[in-house]
């Protein structure tokens, strides 16, 4: 699986990241069929040769093929890879499933729980899939404009067969974006989704203007969280301290490419949180799993303060203020 695979590779779902993996691989040579269940999304990359909406002023190399048809996306295709929205992941999995071979391989580049089930991705892919499909996940500390611009970034491949994940890592390998493999499929995941919980609390206390050490305090208090519940949930600590949990998080909370961030960043503020989905204006998949953590943490009997503080906030039961006052009384020390 060395270098470009001979098939086109098909990517679902057309937003920064998905387009900005699309971007990353057809500058190598890879034939990808660029998928968007908006016909008119479709429609602008035909006519504009880039997506403006999400990734303004980057050409398409002509080996991007954008389409809204799945079932032309995904024929004949050996490798497929999932980035769509995580409210419609397992929707996405339910449409392309007659579509597919029985040997395709999925690697899914959504963070987030299902909706229907607070399940992680891997067993929403084995629940609508079966167990015996090769899947992996791909995640780490990477916004989609730095990789659409060629910037270096450093990822985590991470499946059950551990052979698959090499695989994997040796296709995306080069000398600005390494992935490394790992068979930690749980410890991946709830990384990619905790991470953007805690952002949205570090926004806050930067919106409040709380100061350094009050945001290093609960970055740090955010990841003992994270291992807890990735722990419980079957995840090997020591992927926490790696670039799929430690390194995401630090990236997701202290910069503003981050759309969880700058949601807190408007709370602390004093904004509501409509006001502040407007202003951003995609997407924040932390406000979407806020709740579906808040229902882990009581069901395995875990304390995540943080995270509750944030579910209260984004559901109006206690300001941002009164919610980061209470934190920092009681658990960020």
């Known amino acids: 699986m060395e270098g470009i695979i001979a098939k086109p590779i098909a990517i679902l779902g057309a937003g920064s990241w998905g387009t900005a993996l699309a971007l990353y691989l057809a500058r190598r040579g890879q034939t990808v069929r660029l998928w968007s269940i908006e016909a008119s999304e479709v429609a602008a990359m035909l006519a504009e040769h880039a997506n403006h909406r999400y990734l303004p002023n980057i050409d398409f190399p002509d080996t991007i093929q ?3 048809n799945l079932a032309d996306a995904v024929k004949g295709i050996d490798t497929i890879l999932i980035a769509v929205p995580s409210v419609g992941f397992r929707n996405t999995l ?3 499933k007659p579509l597919i071979t ?3 391989r999925l690697i899914c580049a959504s963070k987030g729980l299902d909706d229907e089930t607070g399940h992680l991705f891997n067993d929403v892919v084995a629940e609508t899939l079966g167990n015996d499909r ?3 996940v791909l995640s780490g500390p990477s916004f989609a404009r ?3 611009m060629g ?3 450093a990822v985590v491949l991470a499946s059950d067969n551990l052979y698959f994940a090499k695989e994997l890592a040796q296709y995306f390998n080069t000398p600005i974006f390494r992935a490394y493999a790992s068979n930690d499929v749980k410890g991946v995941e709830v990384g990619g989704v905790l991470k953007n919980v805690i952002a949205i609390a570090t926004g806050m206390t930067d919106g409040m203007d709380y100061g350094a050490n009050a945001r290093c305090a609960l970055i740090t208090q955010g990841l003992e969280e994270i291992t807890r519940l990735g722990v419980a949930l079957g995840a090997k600590a020591e992927t926490f301290v790696g670039l799929a949990g430690m390194g995401d998080l630090i990236l997701t909370c202290t910069d503003n490419q981050s759309r969880n961030r700058r949601m807190g960043l408007a709370l602390g503020k ?6 502040a989905e407007k202003e951003i204006g995609q997407v924040v998949e932390g406000k979407r799993n806020a709740e ?3 229902l882990l943490a009581s069901k395995y009997h875990i304390e995540m303060p943080i995270c509750s503080m944030v579910w209260q906030v984004l559901q109006g039961q206690i300001s941002a203020t009164e919610g980061m006052k209470r934190l920092l009384a009681t658990s960020i020390v």
């Open 66 to 68: 954008p389409t809204a």
């Open 94 to 96: 339910a449409m392309m």
């Open 102 to 104: 029985p040997d395709a």
């Open 134 to 136: 090769l899947f992996a």
């Open 146 to 148: 730095e990789v659409a």
């Open 151 to 153: 910037l270096p970034t």
């Open 270 to 275: 004093g904004q509501n949180v409509a006001e």
């Open 292 to 294: 579906l953590v808040a």
